[in-house]
Structure formats: C-alpha cells, structure tokens
C-alpha cells in the first residue's frame, strides 16, 4: 500500500532575475490504485510539480509537504526518492551519450534494488519489456536517448516503468509526439504497469487525447501554479469541448 501526499506545496524556480514563484500551494493525495490526470495550459506548473516531486535542483520548495507513505520526500536525495519507489517519466528525455540502453536500465535496477539483477534472467526481462514496447532487442545497445525518435523515448520510459516497477509513477506528457499506434502502446503499458499490482499514477497532460487510453479516477485543474478545478473522468471530457478558458477568464 503506498500514498503520495503533496499538501500545500510552493515551488520557486531560480531565474536571472531571482526566485520566481511557480507552484503557488498545491495540495493532492495519490492512493495505491488511483490515477489522477493533472491538465493544464501551458506555462501552468505541471512539469514544475513534476521536477520538484523527483529532486530538481533547479526548483527550490518554499513551503509545503511531500510524503511517500509518511516519509518526508523533500529530505531525500534524488536516489533516494527512486529508491523509495518514485518513478519520473520527463517531458524532454535527457540524452546520455555513450550510456547504452541495457546498461543504464542494469544501473538503475540495481540503485533501486540495491542488488544487481540476475543476469539471465535480466536480460530476458529487457528485452521482454523492449518486445511489449514494439522495440526491437537491437534497442538495447543504443545510446540512451540519443537519436531516438520522439516514440521511442516515451516507449523506452515505458520498458523503463515496467522494469523499476516503482510503487507510484510520475508521466509528464507521455503522450507528446506520439502517432496513434504508440500512443496505444505506450497506453497499454502504463495500464499494465497501474494493474499488475494496484499501482498510483499521476499524468500529466495537456490533451484529452490520452485519456481514452488510460482511463483516470481523477482529473485536477492546473491553472498558474494551483489546482483550479478536480472532478472525475467527467472533466476531461468538459475540457476536450469548451478547453481552458473559462479557467484563464480575464487572462484570455
Ligand atoms: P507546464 O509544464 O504546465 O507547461 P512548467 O512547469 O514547465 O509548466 O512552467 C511553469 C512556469 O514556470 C512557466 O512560466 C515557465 O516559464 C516557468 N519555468 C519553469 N521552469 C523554469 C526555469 N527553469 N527557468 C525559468 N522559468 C521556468
Ligand atoms: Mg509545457
Ligand atoms: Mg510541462
């Protein structure tokens, strides 16, 4: 059983011009089993909760509180938010040339682990994780996100998710750049990842789109750094048919 609590949270990220405020008290319980989609404009802090729940060093929390099951998030180093079970899954996939894919997947298991995986069977697992992925076992000796097309850096954070099996997952705009045929992929393993052991998500999207694919229990309304608006399902669809202006009201 795992919760993620984020409870009046304020993040300011450090500018030429000095600390700017972006998250402006954000509060928000994420249960085992639930998905909760945050929307948004953007520009509305979505990706900045995100970078600040995983340890950026970029953004400094001002106030507030994140635990994982009681534990203080924001003392721990960023190892040891993945260590404790907190998977980030970024808006823009950093390259990490000469790192290939089977090692840096090897590297990370065994941080969080804290034990080497058995080769043979680890290397089935890889390449069974590329194989739900549509990625080819050649995948593997690429250097980490380098080159690879928009598809294939959120397919390879999938395989990522389905081999760190962390307790509560983090998507930031997982479905940017993606055809149809990998959104449903890429769909399709986030739903296996939340089912397999009762798993929380959090997703975060600006489009509807990836809603019909994973559906959530939650939708919350991101508007300049707070939780405008919450609801059910039933949210995203009033978004997809009016979008976010009634939101921005004299901001428009
Ligand atoms: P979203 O993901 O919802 O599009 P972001 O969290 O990326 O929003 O950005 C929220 C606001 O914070 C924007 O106004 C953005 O310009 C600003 N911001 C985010 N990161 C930085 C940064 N590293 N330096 C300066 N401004 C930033
Ligand atoms: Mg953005
Ligand atoms: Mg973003």
Not at 5 to 12: M, N, P, Q, R, Y
Not at 223 to 247: F, M, Q
């Amino acid at each position: 059983m795992s919760t993620l609590e984020i409870k009046d949270l304020h993040v300011s990220v450090n500018t030429e011009d000095g600390p700017k405020e972006i998250l402006k008290g954000v509060t928000l319980t994420i249960k085992d089993g639930e998905t909760h989609a945050i929307m948004g404009p953007n520009g509305s802090g979505k990706s900045t909760l995100a970078y600040s729940i995983a340890g950026h060093p970029r953004y400094e929390v001002t106030g507030g509180t994140v635990t994982l099951d009681g534990e203080d998030v924001l003392e721990m180093s960023v190892d040891e938010r993945a260590r404790a079970g907190l998977f980030l899954a970024m808006q823009y996939p950093v390259e990490v040339p000469g790192v290939s894919v089977s090692n840096f997947l090897r590297t990370a298991k065994t941080a969080i682990s804290g034990e080497a995986p058995k080769l043979r069977t680890w290397v089935k697992d890889v390449n069974g994780a590329l194989d739900l992925m549509n990625l080819d076992s050649t995948f593997s000796s690429r250097s980490v996100n380098e080159g690879f097309s928009g598809g294939e850096k959120k397919r390879h954070e999938i395989a990522q998710l389905d081999l760190l099996d962390p307790k509560v997952a983090i998507l930031d705009e997982t479905d940017s750049g993606l055809d149809i045929d990998a959104l449903k992929v890429v769909s399709e393993g986030v739903n296996r990842f939340r089912e397999r052991d009762n798993k929380g998500v959090l997703l975060i999207t600006h489009y509807t789109r990836i809603l019909r694919y994973i559906k959530p229990d939650y939708v919350h309304v991101f508007v300049d750094g707070k939780v405008a608006d919450e609801g059910g399902p039933e949210l995203a669809d009033e978004l997809e048919a009016n979008g976010y202006e009634k939101y921005l009201g004299s901001k428009v």
